[in-house]
């Protein structure tokens, strides 16, 4: 009997739990995203090339000196950093040496010419006794019209005034004067010191103007017009950007010529880019100038301007996703995921001329992790605000050294948020139920 009732026990639990209606099952809610958006517009793009070099002085000089002497005297400009101009004197060595020699080769030049006057007179006198024999003077010897003493004695006049102007050379030499405006990059003398002749005094370098050398590779080269003949009316303008005392600084320079063959080591063409007065030394002194000095050695990136693209989307960076993908917004508010090329970059855009349509919609705002079909609730942009966007979150990712904005991170969270939310509500309707 205890049997039968446990088996119609089992039987009636089995028939119940067959028999149960099945329990209701709550849809999940789909959740927009909210998103900020832009529509996409053709416009004209400038290519821009970027490159990087080290700032050289256009002449560097190691002065030698040419004559031997003790140093007398030391310009105040002669020091480094010390700047001067063409022809001031930097060193001054002992002239006496110099000075004697010079007047000894005065003397003898004298000496030289009053020799020379004296065979003119005796050729003359000799012509003359030559005539009184009544023979014809073609017939007459050399050494009876005194001809050689007379070439001699030339001779002698033409070595001496070679032998002052040597001397006067040498003298000249023992002042070292500037050779052109530059500066003072080392000394290696000073005053009561005594130099040789090749002893080294010091080394300069010119100020007017200084030199980048910028490599170009097969792209970049790609992306800027012809300069094989650079116009010397119309330099290609370019920008260099370098940090001075921690602070970025711009100058402007010009293309003045390619060096016209491909470096064997990396494959690169290399222009010289020129920039006037770097050290801001040559202006007016009436002029204050607030331009911050370019320092020789200091190393920049150039800005060149490239071609011109026309009818080309420009992408925020923030709007191209992993693999080169874009994410739209079609009619039913759903993101679509789009693949993209793109053709350049710089600080704030990608360029697009291929795989997007005029007035696409565009998120440009961070989606957390973007799905296909993904509900969206966008907030349009217009061009001009999302390119103060744009540039604000490049600004904020170079000073903080962040990828993503506090935008970005509140959208991401607020995606999480809702996530979880769903979540929990989910499976408090089962529990429920």
Known sequence: MPIAIIGGAVIISIAMNLLKPEPLKAESPDTAVAVKTQILQRTQAKLLVESQGTVVPRTRTSLISEVSGT???????????????????????????????????????????????????????????????????????????????????????????????????????????????????????????????????????????????????KRDLSMMNSFAVVDKDNHLEITLRGSIDDNITEWQAKLVRSEGVINQANRALYIVAQIDDPYAKLGSDDCECLIMPLLMGTFVTASIGGKTIDNAFAIPRSALLQDSKVALVDAQQRLRLKEVEPIFADSNFYYVNQGLEEGDEIIISAVGVPIDGMKISPEALSVEKALSETKALSSDDLSTGKGASAEQKASAEQGASTKQKASAEQGASSNAE
């Open 71 to 217: 140093v007398l005297d030391v310009s105040p400009h002669f020091l480094v950093g010390g700047v001067f101009k063409t022809g001031d004197l930097l060193l001054q060595l002992d002239p006496t040496d110099y000075e004697v020699a010079l007047q000894r080769a005065n003397a003898k030049l004298i000496s030289m010419n009053a020799q020379l006057t004296f065979e003119q007179a005796r050729a003359v006198q000799a012509e003359k006794e030559w005539g009184m024999t009544g023979r014809p003077a073609e017939e007459a010897p050399l050494l009876a019209l005194r001809k050689p003493y007379l070439e001699e004695a030339r001779a002698n006049v033409l070595q001496a005034e070679a032998e002052v102007k040597q001397a006067k050379l040498k003298l000249q030499r023992a002042s070292i004067r500037a050779p052109y405006t530059g500066m003072v990059a080392a000394k290696s003398v000073d005053i009561g010191q005594y130099v040789t002749v090749g002893a080294a005094l010091g080394e300069t370098f010119a100020i007017d103007f200084a030199e980048v050398r910028l490599p170009l590779t």
